[in-house]
């Protein structure tokens, strides 16, 4: 086997917990289970779930879409998810380290990174956006409610609406949030208000993940239960509005026709990536800091059932106050709605606005938005800084003491990078990053780690592993999914969307070629990585002819496998060289012939071993 710069760490091990309790002394765990699964949970219910998933089904026939969304579901996300889920437990690594199951492809860890830091940059904008519209609320009269402001013109109108009409929250929302310019070629002054709130969001970002998952671990107890508490209280709040039927009504209303139109798939399929979140490198990350056998498999079928709940639950939330703002502005629902932050900014506020008690509802509203957003932050910050300290560690061994410097100074160039999308032409920006820095990339990378784990790692030894954790072998149908199913539908939905390609609009302002060129190139950054990895491996750390190079990539390096050495031992893995290993948890594993790489390794005598090399090859 070939030996990588990877390969060169060992960190010693006395196969005691520490006096936290943890499992991996080195690492770290989740103080308890239940911290793991709010944290995913909050990472995967994010502000996704409000906007975009109710309007998706509004757009594409109401509760016909359900039938994609639902397809896609169980053919790629959850397979997918469960396969991340588990490879990041078993190796306990990072989505940069997890690929030394085949370490040409590690470049896939630094693609999923490239794409989760393009989405920190923008992500907490908008929870900057939650934080400016928050402290609005706290007023007798919402801002928004009417057209007596300075930033309004002489077209807002509150009633009698006509074509040239614009609704007073959409002018506070482009007037005097976003003082929008009229393109990428403007971009203007920072809104020193919008600064702030970025500020202070990245502030409360760092201070809740200074510490790891030790710290986000508890603030997720608050951030992802508090969301569902506020749905709970506007669902019930928004059926007992006048005209709220029809908007629900509108929203499940299936129209069966509309499953003829490819689009329809392509959003169902595309959503589900978006909500779960596989090819993000952020289920790797929080699967990495589990205990060994925990039990993955019954948390993931959870997760994702909590994730596709939500959503709706957010459907029903969202239509019932659409309908009333509709029977209130009496309008047709179909000319009220809005996509993207146009639904979060402009619609539902303005339905806040003519609701009694205005300012509490709006108050709870976007402080639910907020907790939604930062929790989401919170993993895919942990994501990145996980990476970068799996990667230093190899010449820095003690390099997670210094952690929280590495996050500070993350959050720092996170925040800076951002500063662009705070000007009055930032909002296009912001626009251009949300559209094209996930999309076609992710599906990418979900159809590339298929193939790797599928084809070849192998599902079947893949199972075997996931067998270790759990004490019982995964149903076929997820190996069915994992080699034949879930790559053929990510194949289908990037062609289609590749051949349905249409131009970036905001609004009535369509981007200019150099401004999708700048698009494109945020694409190419979430893909590169795997071919160039790939080069670099075969360059650097191959031996032989070139074909030897590249097959020897192809195959897990010595060191893949559990982290902790007892763990490798009843995975039938042979132990690292120069680990130390305490012969009192060891002494009592009854341990397998393992097979790698055509060479089977049996460890025999287990009393008395405390090093590798006394574990021969047979």
Not at 59 to 74: C, I, Q, S, T
Not at 182 to 191: A, K, L, S
Request: include cysteine; glycine fraction near 8%.
């Amino acid at each position: 086997m070939s030996e990588t710069k990877h390969q060169q760490l060992k960190v010693p091990y006395d196969g005691k917990e520490s006096n936290d309790g943890d499992e991996n002394q080195v690492r770290g765990n989740w103080s308890n289970h239940m911290d793991f699964l709010l944290s995913v949970i909050g990472y995967s219910v994010g502000l996704g779930n409000v906007w975009r998933f109710p309007y998706l089904c509004y757009r594409n026939g109401g509760g016909a879409f359900l039938v994609p969304y639902l397809l896609m579901l169980f053919i790629a996300g959850i397979p997918l998810y469960i396969m991340e889920v588990g490879h990041g437990q078993f190796s306990s690594k990072g989505c940069i380290g997890a690929w030394s199951i085949a370490p040409i492809f590690r470049g896939l860890g630094y693609s999923m990174c490239c794409i989760t830091v393009l989405c920190c940059i923008y992500y907490n904008v908008i929870i900057g956006y939650t934080i400016f519209y928050m402290y609005s609320s706290f007023t007798s009269v919402l801002p928004w409610k009417t057209c007596n402001n300075t930033w309004n013109t002489e077209n807002c109108m509150t009633a009698n609406f006509t074509a040239e009409s614009t609704r007073p929250s959409s002018e506070f929302w482009n007037n005097q949030v976003l003082a929008r310019s009229e393109g990428m070629h403007d971009m203007g002054p920072i809104r020193w208000q919008n600064l702030l709130c970025l500020v202070i969001a990245w502030v409360i970002v760092f201070i809740c993940i200074s510490k790891g998952v030790k710290s986000s671990g508890k603030v997720v107890y608050f951030t992802a239960t508090f969301p569902y508490i506020v749905l709970l209280i506007l669902l019930v709040r928004g059926l007992t509005l006048e005209g709220s039927l029809e908007g629900v009504l509108f929203y499940i209303r299936p129209d069966f026709s509309r499953l003829a139109d490819a689009n329809v798939w392509k959003d169902g399929a595309v959503q589900v990536f978006y909500s779960l979140g596989p090819a993000w490198g952020g289920l790797h990350t929080m699967a990495s800091y589990n205990r060994f056998h925990n039990n993955y498999y019954r948390d993931s079928l959870i997760l994702a059932f909590i994730n596709c709940g939500t959503s709706i639950l957010a459907g029903f939330v969202i239509f019932s106050v659409v309908g009333f703002m509709a029977n209130d502005m009496q309008l047709p629902i179909h000319n009220v709605t809005d996509t993207g932050p146009g639904l979060a900014f402009v619609a539902y506020p303005e339905a806040l606005a003519r609701m009694p008690i205005a300012p509490l509802w709006s108050v709870l509203f976007f402080f639910m938005l907020f907790t939604l957003g930062l929790d989401s932050q919170f993993v895919m910050m942990e994501t990145v800084i996980t990476a970068i300290c799996d990667e230093l560690q190899t010449f820095f061994p003690r390099i997670f003491k210094y952690k929280i410097w590495i996050t500070l100074v993350t959050c720092i160039t996170c925040f800076l990078l951002a500063l662009p999308m705070v000007t009055n032409g930032g909002i296009y920006l912001f626009s251009l990053m949300e559209s094209y820095s996930a999309g076609f990339s992710i599906l990418i990378i979900g159809f590339v780690e298929a193939i790797v784990i599928g084809y070849l790692y192998g599902a079947n030894r893949f199972m075997a592993d996931m067998k270790v954790m759990l004490g019982f072998k995964l149903s076929i149908y997820w190996k069915v999914c994992w080699k034949f199913l879930s790559p053929a539908i990510i194949a289908f939905i990037f062609l289609f969307w590749a051949a349905t390609y249409e131009s970036l609009t905001y609004y009535e302002y369509t981007y200019p070629n150099w401004a999708e060129a700048l698009g494109w190139l945020m694409i190419l950054a979430g893909v590169v990585p795997i071919p160039i990895y790939a080069v670099y491996y075969v360059i650097r750390y191959g031996k032989g002819t070139w074909r030897e190079r590249f097959q020897n990539g192809l195959k897990p390096e010595f060191d893949w496998g559990p982290a902790l050495q007892k763990h490798r031992l009843e995975a039938g893995y042979p132990l690292l060289p120069d680990n130390e290993v305490d012969e009192e948890d060891l002494s009592s594993i009854s341990v397998p012939t393992k097979k790698m790489n055509g060479e089977s390794y049996e460890m025999i005598n287990v009393d008395g071993i405390t090093r590798a090399d006394e574990a021969e090859p047979v």
